[in-house]
T-cell receptor, first 115, second 114 residues
Framework: GAVVSQHPSRVICKSGTSVKIECRSLDFQATTMFWYRQFPKQSLMLMATSNEGSKATYEQGVEKDKFLINHASLTLSTLTVTSAHPEDSSFYIC???????????FGQGTRLTVV | DQQVKQNSPSLSVQEGRISILNCDYTNSMFDYFLWYKKYPAEGPTFLISISSIKDKNEDGRFTVFLNKSAKHLSLHIVPSQPGDSAVYFCAASAKGFGNEKLTFGTGTRLTIIP
């Protein structure tokens, strides 16, 4: 399966600052990556679909100006949480669709804590 | 609107016995289903999938059954091992309709008792 690397795995930031999370597809070129968020004891919720070379597609209720997504190359997508607030504290995970467009492969996730 | 539901938040099974995890869905456009396993503070790892043209798919200790008329799928793990203790998510997509996005259930925490 695809190898997906996500960085950092854990970050603590002050309220009002911005945090960037990187998602890299290490062994193949991914035109599409997905960003999810998981709150404690809840499901993985799709936030946005990141498309290489074009604007991301955001799910309903997700603020595109707050969660900036950049998919500048076929191997890298970044999610920037701008002006973070404590309610943004969550587990953020990216995924890449496999070569055969079957299963999705996930990064290790990033635990964001905003204090 | 939870389109994929896992009604059992937790399940405990004796080691060596069969674990059965259930998942129901409401969207009739879903035609591809997957099960993922997740450990704390890690991303989900793919286990097994099934297309709507099948009603069963088996891979080693893992078997997924799909009942389209009931909009129900289940994951069977036999024999269960301590390393199977994790949270299991089912997910669905409408691949045949060009929609690769995965919709996840809320997860079931499986605990295997030695």
């Amino acid at each position: 399966g695809a190898v997906v690397s996500q960085h950092p795995s854990r970050v603590i930031c002050k309220s009002g600052t911005s945090v960037k999370i990187e998602c890299r597809s290490l062994d193949f070129q991914a035109t599409t990556m997905f960003w999810y968020r998981q709150f404690p004891k809840q499901s993985l919720m799709l936030m946005a679909t990141s498309n290489e070379g074009s604007k991301a597609t955001y799910e309903q209720g997700v603020e595109k100006d707050k969660f900036l997504i950049n998919h500048a190359s076929l191997t890298l997508s970044t999610l920037t949480v701008t002006s973070a607030h404590p309610e943004d504290s969550s587990f953020y995970i990216c995924s890449v669709q496999g070569r055969l467009n079957t299963e999705a492969f996930f990064g290790q996730g990033t635990r964001l804590t905003v204090v | 609107d939870q389109q994929v539901k896992q009604n059992s938040p937790s399940l405990s099974v004796q080691e060596g016995r069969i674990s059965i995890l259930n998942c129901d869905y409401t969207n009739s456009m879903f035609d591809y289903f997957l099960w993922y396993k997740k450990y704390p503070a890690e991303g989900p790892t793919f286990l097994i999938s099934i297309s709507s043209i099948k009603d069963k798919n088996e891979d080693g200790r893992f078997t997924v059954f799909l009942n389209k008329s009931a909009k129900h799928l289940s994951l069977h793990i036999v024999p269960s091992q301590p390393g199977d203790s994790a949270v299991y998510f089912c997910a669905a997509s409408a691949k045949g309709f060009g929609n690769e996005k995965l919709t996840f259930g809320t997860g079931t925490r499986l605990t295997i008792i030695p």
